[in-house]
């Protein structure tokens, strides 16, 4: 039997919805450019897994995480048969404030557009403290989270799907 384990990365995969009816779009900030095409590959790599197919598979880039928010929305607006959004980013500290406020702001924003409109978004934003540490976890030592966004943005779909 699948565990649970206490590490909260680990997603049961045992569980995870037949995909192949859905479709999804992922929103990829071109800041840490490196970093959000790992988590960009994890999350495409796990829809093809559990069977979506590439032309349900809707890509789009924005600058900065902050503009995922925007790139979120419009997408929402522009695709309404999407069944569910991933927002991919990462946001590494620097010597100023702002990542404080780029984190906040997309946080937020994303929130937002969960709470507002009808298709979930999904929150693949890696904060981290240094370069390592996204590396790391965007196809390194601590996995992908990009894998893990696409999960949950599968269970979501259905989710969603069940709730109607
Ligand atoms: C300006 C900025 C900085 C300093 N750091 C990051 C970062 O680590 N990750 C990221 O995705 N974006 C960063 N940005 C850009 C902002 O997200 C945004 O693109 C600009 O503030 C313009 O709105």
Known sequence: MATQG???S?????RVPDAKEFRFGIVVAEWNED?????FQGAFNALKENGVVNENIVRWNVPGSF???????????????????IAIGSVIQGETKHFDFVCEGVTQGIKDLNVQNDIP???????????????DR????????GSEAGIA????????KDAR
């Open 153 to 160: 943005a599968i269970k979501m779909a259905q989710l969603r």
């Open 121 to 135: 978004v999904i929150f693949c934003v890696l904060t981290d403290n240094n370069k390592q540490q996204s590396i």
């Open 138 to 145: 965007s196809g390194g030592i601590h996995g992908n989270k």
């Open 67 to 85: 503009e995922l928010i925007y790139g979120c929305k419009k997408m929402q607006e522009s695709y309404d048969m999407l069944d569910a959004i």
């Open 6 to 8: 206490n590490n909260l």
């Open 10 to 14: 680990e997603y049961d995969k045992s």
């Open 35 to 39: 970093i959000t095409e790992g988590l």
